[in-house]
């Protein structure tokens, strides 16, 4: 009898929620966004069975299996946004994201801002603007972001640039030619989602002295962006020992 009540829920609160995205991005196609009515439409296949008495038990088990799996992978990701930030970071490294034409993104900007107040309270440390050109950008991530600080306040000679990668993974790896993170503290700053995952992937590429530095998002995505994160970590842990193939 409860499964009759639960699944239905769980598939209107699917649809529900893809609506919000809708109005809070002005687009049914932002990313990720389609997998919320497609397990709309997979759970109410799964109700419509139920009612009629000829879903298996096993599925409840499955669908009860992968929630408990997604929700051990959401913890450490939490846990990271949750981490005190260092104060003691000798070099910050901005992770790209979209620019609009040579507009920055909702969550680049939040990365580009969060890195101008740690750099404006922190004088002596560093920062490297990594990202490259991507699909309706009219200039690189790592320009954009150059750019912003420079009108900011933030000196010249503290931004190094690097603006040939396109993946947190190349992001990583190409910045750490700019300098020797080996011997100094290095602050990743992205959006708190993000952050997590690449933490662990600078540690994988040789980054011993790594800290998350926490960006927001916005908050009627934060769901979407979560969720979004969980495959990302699952394809990461299955990716161990072939991260060493790029520097």
Same mark, same amino acid.
């Given at each position: 009898? @409860?499964?009759?009540?639960?699944?239905?829920? @769980? $598939?209107?609160s699917?649809?529900?929620?893809?609506?919000?995205? !809708?109005?809070?991005?002005?687009r049914?196609?932002s *990313?990720?966004?389609?997998?919320?009515? $497609? $397990?709309?439409?997979?759970?109410?296949?799964?109700?419509?069975?139920?009612?009629?008495?000829?879903?298996?038990? /096993? &599925?409840?088990?499955? /669908?009860?299996?992968?929630?408990?799996? /997604?929700?051990? +992978?959401? @913890?450490?990701?939490?846990? *990271?946004?949750?981490? !005190?930030?260092?104060?003691?970071?000798?070099?910050? /490294?901005?992770?790209?994201?979209? &620019?609009n034409?040579? &507009?920055?993104?909702?969550?680049?900007?939040?990365?580009?801002?969060?890195?101008?107040?740690?750099?404006?309270?922190?004088?002596?440390?560093?920062?490297?603007?990594?990202?490259?050109?991507? &699909?309706?950008?009219?200039? +690189?991530?790592?320009? %954009?972001?150059?750019?912003?600080?420079?009108?900011?306040?933030?000196?010249?000679? !503290?931004?190094?640039?690097?603006?040939?990668?396109t +993946? *947190?993974?190349?992001?990583?790896?190409?910045?750490k030619?700019?300098?020797t993170?080996?011997?100094?503290?290095?602050?990743?700053? *992205?959006?708190?989602?993000?952050?997590? =995952?690449? %933490?662990?992937?600078?540690? !994988?590429?040789?980054?011993?002295?790594?800290?998350?530095?926490?960006?927001?998002?916005?908050?009627?995505?934060?769901?979407n962006?979560?969720? =979004?994160?969980?495959? $990302?970590?699952?394809?990461?842990?299955?990716?161990?020992?072939?991260?060493?193939?790029i520097?």
């Amino acid at each position: 009898m @409860l499964w009759k009540i639960i699944l239905p829920a @769980l $598939a209107l609160s699917c649809f529900l929620y893809y609506g919000v995205i !809708r109005l809070a991005s002005g687009r049914w196609n932002s *990313t990720f966004s389609r997998m919320w009515p $497609a $397990a709309g439409i997979l759970l109410l296949a799964f109700s419509y069975l139920e009612q009629r008495g000829y879903l298996p038990e /096993i &599925v409840h088990w499955m /669908i009860l299996a992968f929630i408990l799996l /997604i929700f051990l +992978t959401c @913890l450490p990701i939490i846990g *990271t946004m949750l981490t !005190r930030e260092n104060e003691d970071c000798e070099y910050l /490294i901005i992770l790209g994201a979209h &620019v609009n034409g040579r &507009v920055a993104s909702d969550s680049l900007k939040r990365r580009i801002i969060k890195a101008e107040e740690y750099l404006k309270a922190h004088p002596q440390t560093k920062v490297i603007v990594s990202g490259g050109q991507g &699909v309706g950008e009219e200039i +690189t991530e790592a320009e %954009c972001m150059q750019v912003y600080l420079w009108e900011h306040g933030i000196e010249k000679d !503290r931004i190094l640039e690097e603006a040939a990668s396109t +993946t *947190t993974k190349e992001n990583l790896a190409f910045s750490k030619r700019l300098f020797t993170p080996e011997i100094v503290k290095v602050g990743i700053v *992205t959006n708190n989602f993000h952050l997590h =995952r690449s %933490c662990a992937l600078a540690r !994988r590429l040789g980054y011993p002295h790594v800290y998350p530095i926490s960006a927001g998002c916005r908050k009627s995505l934060f769901l979407n962006y979560m969720m =979004r994160e969980v495959p $990302a970590m699952w394809k990461f842990w299955l990716d161990k020992g072939k991260d060493n193939a790029i520097i």
